[in-house]
């Protein structure tokens, strides 16, 4: 069985990056041939603003330079990727690339406020004989805009299955393609236990203990440093900042050239993780640590619907809180057996839809 995946693999993203590799890794480590297309189209290389990534280069250039090597490293060590490199659809067109399945998925591909969302490669709309699947897109909303459901509608064509990372996606696909099967299922990093991610996780980086704050979007900066200071006055611990290259709240240590083991590492060293992340949020589950997570303004249902799921409702909050605690989880059992479940059951429906031969 030769299965082929198209995902937003190559970015400067260490949750991209991640779950590229965690879906790759299940699927071979369950006997599925598998290769990521390595499809990386000029946005993404820029972030969707050539002008924007041209200036932050200036200003932040030893950081991106050696932030870039180390994701470069990555791609080569630790994914399988084809030969060759496509940066549209004509090209993939012209490659009719042969497998038995092809699978996008995971990340916000489906997303249309990102061009990712709007780009007919991540729906698997070019020339191909392969049955087609998509594994934990998301759309990143509650509430999908009729204009992202046009685009999806649009370029969506004879799917076998469909998986979403969020679970009231469900109902409003299933309106558009009522002759499909459509699950709810959980990020591909969950689909792998702990040691999975040990080769790629770095040594640890800060001896001194520390609380972990990642802020992955721009946050309300009076806000979070009311949010870390109470935190510090409770562990009494430094504060290490990653997420971005510019300072967004307070701080002891900043860390700009974060690349996936050391984002991994950082998670797994730290007393105590603050984040608007969905994969630093994952992380935290698949470490067992204590966290606190703020639901981001634009995408935060998939944050909230595994944490509900998994019985930690009080380990988020959204800025509109005024009064919150800092939670703490006294004990992981119930939490990783509702985690389990899951994750077998994502485990199971996975490997069901990839593993129909295309005469079934």
């Not at 995946?5 to 699927?27: E, M, P, V």
Request: hydrophobic share 35%; charged share 30%.
């Amino acid at each position: 069985m030769k299965t082929m995946t198209i995902t937003l693999h190559d970015t400067d993203n260490c949750g991209s990056s991640l779950q590229a590799f965690a879906l790759q890794t299940f699927l071979l480590e369950n006997g599925v041939d598998n290769e990521i297309i390595d499809y990386v189209p000029n946005y993404v290389k820029n972030n969707g603003s050539a002008l924007k990534s041209f200036i932050k280069h200036i200003i932040y250039f030893k950081y991106i330079q050696n932030r870039n090597k180390k994701f470069k490293e990555f791609k080569k060590r630790f994914l399988k990727i084809t030969k060759k490199k496509y940066k549209n659809i004509m090209e993939l067109n012209n490659s009719k690339l042969d497998c038995d399945c092809l699978i996008t998925g995971s990340d916000q591909l489906w997303n249309s406020s990102y061009m990712c969302g709007r780009d007919s490669v991540f729906y698997l709309d070019f020339d191909t004989n392969a049955r087609k699947i998509a594994y934990a897109v998301s759309v990143g909303k509650s509430k999908i805009g009729q204009d992202n459901l046009n685009i999806i509608k649009t370029n969506v064509n004879n799917f076998d299955w469909i998986s979403v990372r969020e679970g009231t996606t469900v109902s409003q696909l299933k309106q558009l393609f009522p002759d499909t099967n459509i699950d709810y299922v959980c990020d591909p990093v969950l689909l792998n236990e702990s040691d999975a991610y040990n080769d790629i996780k770095s040594k640890r980086i800060i001896e001194d203990e520390y609380i972990l704050v990642y802020m992955a979007q721009i946050p309300d900066t009076e806000k979070i440093n009311n949010i870390i200071n109470k935190i510090r006055k409770k562990y009494n611990a430094k504060i290490v900042l990653i997420g971005s290259y510019r300072n967004r709240c307070d701080s002891d240590i900043h860390i700009r050239d974060v690349a996936p083991g050391d984002f991994l590492s950082l998670i797994y060293n730290a007393e105590y993780i603050v984040s608007n992340s969905f994969h630093a949020t994952m992380f935290s589950l698949i470490y067992e640590k204590d966290f606190l997570s703020i639901l981001p303004e634009k995408n935060g249902t998939r944050i909230k619907e595994i944490l509900d799921k998994v019985g930690l409702s009080k380990n988020y909050i959204d800025f509109s809180s005024k009064e919150y605690n800092i939670p703490e989880i006294k004990r992981y059992e119930e939490i990783r057996k509702k985690l389990n479940e899951f994750r077998n059951f994502s485990r199971k429906k996975l490997l069901e839809n990839v593993m129909v031969k295309n005469n079934e």
